[in-house]
């Protein structure tokens, strides 16, 4: 699976959007941007993914560049809850082994 | 609806002692998934089973064995085990649809070893 880069740490006020960057130059064609999210130890929580078009739910939106290399999480109005750590994980398609996470951004919401 | 279940929440072992981290889940999915988180560190992959009656190595397996019991459980054995154990062990599932696949966490077991 390809690397990715991430920002360690972000702040945002609530209310605004939050903006986290990720980067993932070495990406292959199968492989998707899928984005994870752990709030104060708990489990972490599934949030969106996508292939080459810009995928939005429920949750958040995301961004991925033409030339796939970057990809943005877009949280449009954030509260004090979505504070956690946001991983941003490169995997291939289909199969069942797991994810490889690494430190990811810790988002902090501002009152 | 429970979704990924782990027991015990918290534990404390003595170095050598054994035990055995229960998962399991009411999705009814095909895969799951042992995660070790040390602190200020992302999650590690101990091993996975891709469907019942499969098991496989992840990134960290040495001093641990597995067991996918059924469809339902899928259990994580410390035969002997050392403070370098000490962690929050997570279990995950996951559903398949094609190209996707997304992975639903319990709520983690906190491990120490003394």
Known sequence: D????????MDCAEGRAANLPCNHSTISGNEYVYWYRQIHSQGPQYIIHGLKNNETNE????IITEDRKSSTLILPHATLRDTAVYYCIVKAGGG?????????TH???QP | NA????????QVLKTGQSMTLQCAQDMNHNSMYWYRQDP????????????????????????YNVSRLNKREFSLRLESAAPS??????????????????QYFGAGTR???L
Request: hydrophobic share 35%; with cysteine.
């Open chain 1, 2 to 9: 390809a690397k990715t880069t991430q920002p360690p740490s």
């Open chain 1, 59 to 62: 949750m958040a939106s995301l």
């Open chain 1, 96 to 104: 069942a082994d797991g994810l490889t996470f690494g430190k990811g």
């Open chain 1, 107 to 109: 988002l902090i919401i």
């Open chain 2, 3 to 10: 979704g990924v279940t782990q027991t015990p929440k918290f």
């Open chain 2, 40 to 63: 200020g560190m992302g999650l590690r992959l101990i091993y996975y089973s891709a469907s019942e009656g499969t098991t496989d190595k992840g990134e960290v397996p040495n001093g």
């Open chain 2, 85 to 102: 154990q000490t962690s929050v062990y997570f279990c995950a599932s996951s559903e398949q649809w094609g190209a996707k696949n997304i």
């Open chain 2, 111 to 113: 491990l120490s070893v």
